[in-house]
Structures are given as C-alpha cells and as structure tokens.
C-alpha cells in the first residue's frame, strides 16, 4: 500500500515541505542530466564502466540551477529580524488581492524579574482598499490613461 502523503497544517510543516520539494526539484534535475551526460567507457581494465566528465557535470549542474525556481510557497517565508516582507494582502470581504505592502518586522525584548522574552512586532502602512476594485497592474511609469481605457 502506498503511503499516503500527510498534509500540511502548521506554517513550519508548510516551510518544510517547501523545502522537501526544492530538494526533489533539484535531485529530479539531476538525475535527468546525469542520464544524458553519461558515457560507457569502451575497452581498458573498465569496459562497460559509465561515466561523467566533469565539464559535462558542470554544464549540467548549471543548467539545473539555471531553471526557474517556483516560490517555495505563497503563505509561508522564513527570515531573520529586522526584516522586510513584501505582502500582497487578499481583502477578507471582496477576497481581491491588493498591489503588495512592506511589512516590518524586529523583534522586541523585555525583561522583568520573572526574567526575558521575545517577541516579534510587525509594522505596515496602510492602504486605500476599495471593495471589488481591481489593482491597476504596476507598469514602468510611463501608463497613460488612454493605454488603460483603450483608443
Ligand atoms: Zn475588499
């Protein structure tokens, strides 16, 4: 019986699942390469023998790390404080996803006679949301209203 595949609840399994499939993406590049590169050596005391040279194995290794990576996940980061995050937030009403906003985090200790804590503070400014309206796509500055509303 195959084993059933347990499905991801906390935000530390779903960073650990992401990086379980970077890992498969990588081994799963590899191996394809590996099959393509490879050699059989003909005749000598390792007939038969197949091989990689190392100029195919780097060329191979930079094709594998050359592909687009897919983000490891689209509700999940792991980073270190202060940080910056870029967070495109999904209205809980209308469910539209608003044009991304920075998101500070630090971390804040305080200590008291019962001794030490951490914690972390996020700080983000607020945007002007109306329910249902769709975000204008970000363009390179140069969008005139004739190139939105059409000629
Ligand atoms: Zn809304």
């Not at 609840?9 to 099959?35: F, N």
């Not at 897919?70 to 980061?77: D, G, K, N």
């Not at 030490?116 to 503070?121: A, D, F, G, H, V």
């Amino acid at each position: 019986m195959a084993e059933k595949k347990k499905p991801v609840e906390t935000l530390e399994e779903q960073i650990i699942a992401s990086r379980a499939e970077y890992r498969d993406l990588i081994r799963t590049g590899l191996d394809e390469q590996i099959k393509t590169i490879s050699e059989r050596l003909a005749g000598g005391n390792r007939d038969g023998e197949e091989i990689v040279t190392i100029k195919a194995l780097a060329a191979a290794l930079d094709y594998v790390f050359e592909q687009p990576v897919p983000a490891p996940s689209v509700h999940a980061a792991e980073v270190l404080s202060p940080a910056m995050i870029f967070v495109s937030p999904v209205c809980p009403k209308c469910g539209v996803t608003d044009t991304a906003i920075m998101l500070n985090v630090s971390s804040v200790l305080t200590v008291d006679s019962d001794g030490s804590e951490i914690k972390l503070k996020g700080k983000s400014k607020a945007r002007t949301h109306i329910c249902g309206q769709m975000t204008l796509l970000e363009g390179d500055g140069q969008t005139t209203i004739n190139d939105i509303l059409g000629d």
